[in-house]
């Protein structure tokens, strides 16, 4: 009886170290560490994704579970230490982003979290388009030469050709923005072909532009610029007549013909009438007293009646002129 209750008291003692050291196990779980098989967080389109997560300690077995975000993915059960595997596929960008995953036992309460690994999709550059502000040159004239890639992850890196040399440095640009490159014409070999490459770090994807050639602008003749001044005088000259003709020629010629207008009186005119049934002949203008600006004048005026012709003279006097305008006539008929 005495060796059984010491029997059993030797158990309850193992019992409560294993218990105890199991406890304390299970506390040491380590946070576990989550890692890309490939080495590398950039993926592309309908790439497979492997993920390893494991802890480096704690009392096995564990539970792993993948998250995205706050999403829960997968959940596999480890053995002892061993890492367990992920397999995942790109299939969209939302398959893109953080990832984690989280270690423990059988109780949710005493789990711990990896740190985040977060992926990016990286999409293959288009065919890059070369470009230039002006197709012509000459010699002795620099030029700009420009590479751009429409489509494609950043950052791109663009490099520019002569033939089949390099003539520039890698340009990695961070932005969606051309490459610029300027050069200097000095030979007939710098006209040309010129191409440039793109490339994003997509895997086996580089691209190269079209053959670009620069022709051989046209000297511009001496005579050229002659011409142009005389085409321009020429413009100015027929402006300037244009804008005289209502401010000056035709005032002037305004001016002459009232002068004429004037210096013809005293002289003796004659203008029929048309055949009609009153007609007047003009026969004498004479100026009276010239410096008093009258004259008389002389009008014979024939009417019909009834087959009978009278004739009518009136003398008209002192009719003012200022200015080609006939102001106040007096007249007395014979």
């Known amino acids: 009886m005495f060796f059984l209750t010491v029997l059993l008291f030797s158990y309850a003692q193992v019992s409560q170290q294993i218990q105890k050291l199991t406890a304390e196990r299970r506390e040491m779980i380590s946070s576990p560490t989550l890692r890309h098989v490939q080495g590398t967080l950039e993926v592309v389109m309908n790439q497979n994704v492997s993920l390893s997560c494991h802890s480096d300690s704690g009392y096995p077995p564990v539970r792993y579970t993948l998250f995205k975000g706050n999403q829960k993915v997968a959940t596999l059960n480890g053995m002892g230490l061993t890492a367990v595997l992920f397999n995942l596929t790109i299939n969209s960008a939302s398959d893109v982003g953080e990832y984690k995953c989280k270690a423990e036992y059988r109780t949710p309460n005493d789990g711990k979290y990896s740190k985040s690994l977060n992926f990016s999709l990286i999409e293959p550059v288009s065919k890059p388009v070369l470009s230039s502000p002006s197709s012509q040159a000459k010699k002795g004239q620099n030029v700009t030469l420009s590479c751009f890639s429409e489509n494609g992850s950043l950052p791109i890196t663009y490099i520019f050709f002569r033939e089949r040399k390099s003539i520039s440095r890698p340009m990695k640009m961070q932005?969606?923005?051309?490459?610029?490159?300027?050069?200097?014409?000095?030979?007939?070999?710098?006209?040309?072909?010129?191409?440039?490459?793109?490339?994003?770090?997509?895997?086996?994807?580089?691209?190269?532009?079209?053959?670009?050639?620069?022709?051989?602008?046209?000297?511009?003749?001496?005579?050229?610029?002659?011409?142009?001044?005389?085409g321009l005088i020429l413009l100015l000259l027929t402006i300037g007549f244009a804008l005289a003709i209502p401010f000056f020629i035709i005032p002037s010629c305004k001016a002459k013909k009232n002068k004429f207008a004037k210096s013809s009186a005293g002289l003796i005119s004659t203008m029929n009438a048309e055949e009609t049934e009153n007609y007047v002949i003009y026969t004498e203008i004479e100026y009276i007293k010239p410096e008093e600006e009258y004259a008389n004048f002389t009008v014979i005026r024939k009417e019909d009646e009834k087959a009978e012709k009278r004739t009518c003279a009136t003398i008209y006097s002192k009719v003012i002129l200022r200015d080609g305008v006939q102001a106040g006539p007096l007249h007395s008929p014979e």
């Open 175 to 230: 932005k969606k923005e051309a490459a610029m490159f300027s050069l200097f014409i000095d030979s007939s070999s710098d006209f040309g072909p010129y191409k440039c490459r793109a490339e994003n770090g997509f895997p086996n994807n580089t691209k190269y532009s079209n053959s670009f050639n620069f022709t051989l602008a046209e000297e511009r003749s001496s005579s050229q610029p002659l011409l142009i001044s005389l």
